[in-house]
C-alpha cells in the first residue's frame, strides 16, 4: 500500500520567513495531494490540494509543488504570521478509484510554530 | 449546515467495557471515514464506507467494527476496550469520484481507556 514520509517534524520560523514542509510518497498510481491544517484541540481542515496533472497551485501566501517523477510534493507558506502555528498533515491518495475509494493515507505531521 | 458531528467528545473506559462512537454528516457524501489520531503518528485509517451498504478496513481495523446506518450516518464500536484503543477519534466525509475530494472531519472524540 501508500506510504508517505513527511519532513520535518517540527520546524520553528521567524514571523516573516518562510515554511517549506516536504513529503514522499510510493505508490506512483496516487494522484490526488491534499495538505490538511490542525490547530490544538481541533479537527484538521484542508488548506490546499493539488491533482498529478498540475505541477504547482498557489493560494494567497501557501503554495503546493508536485513533482511526480520524483514521488514528492511539498508545501510552501510565505510570509508566515503567527496564526500559521499549527500541525501540518500531507496525505495521497487515488483520488477515489474503485480500488481506493478515495482513502487518504496522511504523513505523520509537522509542528510548525512561528515566533513574532 | 452543521457539517461532520460526532458524540461523545469526550469518554473515559475502563479496560474491557465496550462503548460506540456515533457521526453523522449532513452533506449528502457518499462516503464516510474513521480515524485515529496519536501523538507523533498523524492519522491511521480504521474502516471506511465507500457508500451506503458498504464498509472496508484500513489500516489498524483490530478490535474495532462499523455500521454504515443509512447515508448519513457511520458509527464505529468497541467490543472491548484496551488502552492501547486511547487515542483520539475522527470521523469523515467526502464525495466519492475520480480525481479526489476534500475529506470534512468531524470535531473528534478523545477516548482514554484505564
Known amino acids: 500500500g501508500e506510504n508517505v514520509e513527511q519532513h520535518p517534524s517540527t520546524l520553528s520560523v521567524q514571523e516573516g520567513d518562510s515554511a517549506v514542509i516536504k513529503c514522499t510518497y510510493s505508490d506512483s498510481a496516487s494522484n490526488y495531494f491534499p495538505w490538511y491544517k490542525q490547530e490544538l484541540g481541533k479537527r484538521p481542515q484542508l488548506i490546499i490540494d493539488i491533482r498529478s496533472n498540475v505541477g504547482e497551485k498557489k493560494d494567497q501566501r501557501i503554495a503546493v509543488t508536485l513533482n511526480k517523477t520524483a514521488k514528492h510534493f511539498s508545501l510552501h507558506i510565505t510570509e508566515t504570521q503567527p496564526e500559521d502555528s499549527a500541525v501540518y498533515f500531507c496525505?495521497?491518495?487515488?483520488?477515489?478509484?474503485?480500488?481506493?475509494?478515495?482513502?487518504?493515507?496522511f504523513g505523520a505531521g509537522t509542528q510548525v510554530v512561528v515566533t513574532p | 449546515n452543521a457539517g461532520v458531528t460526532q458524540t461523545p467528545k469526550f469518554q473515559v473506559l475502563k479496560t474491557g467495557q465496550s462503548m460506540t462512537l456515533q457521526c453523522a454528516q449532513d452533506?449528502?457524501?457518499?462516503?464516510m471515514y474513521w480515524y485515529r489520531q496519536d501523538p507523533g503518528m498523524g492519522l491511521r485509517l480504521i474502516y471506511y464506507?465507500?457508500?451506503?451498504?458498504?464498509?472496508d478496513k484500513g489500516e489498524v481495523p483490530n478490535g474495532y467494527n462499523v455500521s454504515r446506518l443509512n447515508k448519513r450516518e457511520f458509527s464505529l464500536r468497541l467490543e472491548s476496550a484496551a488502552p492501547s484503543q486511547t487515542s483520539v477519534y475522527f470521523c469523515?466525509?467526502?464525495?466519492?469520484?475520480?480525481?479526489?475530494?476534500?475529506?470534512?472531519f468531524g470535531p473528534g472524540t478523545r477516548l482514554t481507556v484505564t
Open positions: 469523515a466525509s467526502s464525495f466519492l469520484g475520480t480525481g479526489g475530494y476534500e475529506q470534512y
Open positions: 496525505a495521497a491518495s487515488r483520488g477515489g478509484e474503485t480500488d481506493s475509494w478515495g482513502k487518504l493515507q
Open positions: 464506507s465507500a457508500s451506503e451498504g458498504t464498509t
Open positions: 452533506m449528502n457524501h457518499n462516503s
